[in-house]
């Protein structure tokens, strides 16, 4: 498993890398955008990574999921809040 998640997070950072070296303004600002998006607010970090993971799992973003449970584990989320987050993907998702 640690293989499989390192392996996606390098593939991931050389793929942004390579997409930021393009130098197209807008995908820069959307990338800014993501960045600032998941910064601590008036939501702490957990919880919009939380929402992001949630989002992800309802939009069935295979990849966007592996990143925020990643996260979300980063941010010291629970299996208890998981298993919150995951019922309420279920419940929206359908």
């Known amino acids: 498993m640690t293989d ?3 392996s996606f997070r390098h593939f991931r950072e050389k793929m942004n890398a390579a997409i930021l070296e393009a130098g197209n303004v807008n995908i820069n600002r959307f990338f ?3 960045s600032r998006t998941y910064e601590a607010g008036a ?3 957990k919880t919009k990574e939380l929402l992001g993971l949630v989002a992800s799992m309802v939009l069935r973003c295979d ?7 990643v996260r979300c584990r980063e941010e ?3 299996d208890a809040e998981f298993y919150d987050a995951f019922g309420v993907a279920l419940v929206v998702g359908g």
């Open 4 to 6: 499989t998640l390192e």
């Open 32 to 34: 800014a955008l993501d």
């Open 43 to 45: 939501l702490p970090v």
């Open 63 to 69: 990849d966007c999921i592996t990143y925020h449970v």
């Open 76 to 78: 010291g989320v629970s």
